[in-house]
């Protein structure tokens, strides 16, 4: 059973009902951290199998214990539940029924795959060298779903239960060639952090600035001050983006407001560099403020943190990769993506990784990416998915299986 192509067999043989519940999942999309419907379908989809369930109450958060044949650690698959808020429009004809809110992120997809991988390791329960948690998680878009489940006691699970030793997640890629399997070791994706700068002078008549404390030019300088920040005083090896995306100033011609606003994003890749640019961000604004005579309000909102593998999870998930798929599709990326992900607070507290699964669309040569209001993905590569899913759960334990008996 535990042989790759077995694996695959098994989860080929789950496909039609995992794209079933994937279609149901994408049509009826729900938001942040309440989604009674997803859970529903997803405790449904769970019903006969040999699982310990517990329902997080602040969320809509469930954690499934599969407890393995024989004694040892356990380890986490994490699958997040929850859709964008943004309209959809492709022509599926099973597209989204809510007005204002798509599955464009194929969380529908990760959690049809974590619903199918339950049911294959389900299967071969008796060869797994301790438990398996399968985490299904909401508000990963914004929301730090994963960081609520944390707090709630996601990895506290008293005497009788087996520590989590590792975690892993997968996320699609409409990019990335159907069934491809790819990451990285270290930083995967970014870290994401909010900022917002209010910038306060003295308005009046536009014909005479000089008796005013305009806070428009002031706003300008601070944007192109922003970027020469960047590029001055972050290390272009350890890199950062900031971009300011929002500028918000007055309402006519002939009047100078009183102030002005601007928003803009921060992404690192390490937390030095993110530290760095934070303290940088709010200095450059207060000081190019001050020097016209205005003053700066800076806030800063932080988002997830960088999302970094540990090594040697990473390692196994592309030996995983290549055992099950063949080299060709187990890619090494050879950079982060600055997306984030709220999957970084599991990797704070235990070891473990994430991966891309491509989910390129048939003939797609230019697919539309994640967060787009005409994402699609593969349905194929569900099964691969699966299959991903439970080889590394038994390759994860049966390996800290070896470390545990090499260290007695
Ligand atoms: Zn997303
Ligand atoms: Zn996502």
């Known amino acids: 059973m535990t042989a790759p192509s077995d694996l695959l067999d098994a989860a080929r043989k789950l496909q039609p009902r995992l794209v079933d519940l994937r279609r149901r999942i994408h049509a009826e999309p729900e938001l942040g951290l309440e989604l009674p419907e997803t859970r529903r379908k997803v405790l449904a989809a769970l019903e006969g199998l040999p699982l310990e369930i517990r329902l997080h109450e602040g969320t809509s958060g469930v ?31 099973f597209r989204s029924k809510r007005p204002g809110a798509m599955h464009a992120c194929g969380h529908d997809a990760h959690t049809a795959m974590l619903v199918g991988a339950a049911h294959l390791l389900a299967q071969c329960r008796e060869e797994l060298a301790g438990d398996v948690l399968f985490m299904f998680q909401p ?6 779903g994963a960081l609520r489940m944390l707090e709630e006691g996601l990895l506290e699970e008293g005497e009788e239960a087996p520590a ?35 910038l306060r002078g003295r308005g009046g008549h536009a014909s005479m600035p000089h008796d005013c404390l305009d806070p428009l030019p002031a706003a300008c300088e601070i944007v192109q001050a922003l970027q020469t920040f960047v590029t001055r005083r972050i290390p272009a090896t350890d890199p950062v983006v900031l971009t300011v995306t929002r500028l918000q100033a007055g309402t006519t011609s002939n009047v100078i407001p009183e102030s002005a606003q ?5 992404r690192a890749l390490s937390e030095r560099s993110r530290q760095q640019a934070q303290q940088g961000l709010a200095q450059v604004a207060e000081g190019v403020a001050r020097a016209h005579g205005v003053e700066a309000k800076f806030q800063l909102l932080p988002g997830y943190p ?21 080299e060709p599709s187990a890619i090494q990326l050879p950079s982060p993506v600055m997306g984030a992900e709220d999957f970084s607070y599991l990797l704070q507290k235990v070891p473990g990784a994430m991966a891309f699964l491509g989910v390129r669309p048939p003939g797609a040569s230019d697919p539309a990416p994640c967060h787009s209001n005409r994402m699609q993905l593969n349905e194929d590569a569900l099964p691969w998915g699966v299959a991903f899913h439970a080889a590394v759960a038994l390759h994860a334990l049966g390996q800290l299986a070896a470390g545990s008996r090499a260290a007695r």
């Open 63 to 93: 954690v499934a214990r599969l407890r393995g044949g024989r004694p040892g650690p356990a380890v986490l698959l994490r699958g997040d539940m929850d859709a964008l808020p943004m309209p959809e429009d492709t022509e599926l004809p």
């Open 306 to 326: 960088v999302t970094v593998n540990h090594e040697p999870m990473a390692a196994l998930l592309l030996e995983v990769g290549r055992q099950l798929l063949g």
């Open 139 to 144: 508000g990963e878009e914004g929301q730090a």
């Open 262 to 266: 601007l928003t803009g994003t921060l």
């Open 164 to 198: 989590v030793a590792a975690a892993f997640a997968l996320h699609v890629a409409p990019q990335l060639p159907c069934g491809a399997i790819a990451t990285r070791p270290g930083a995967l994706m970014a870290s994401a952090d909010v900022f917002e700068i209010e």
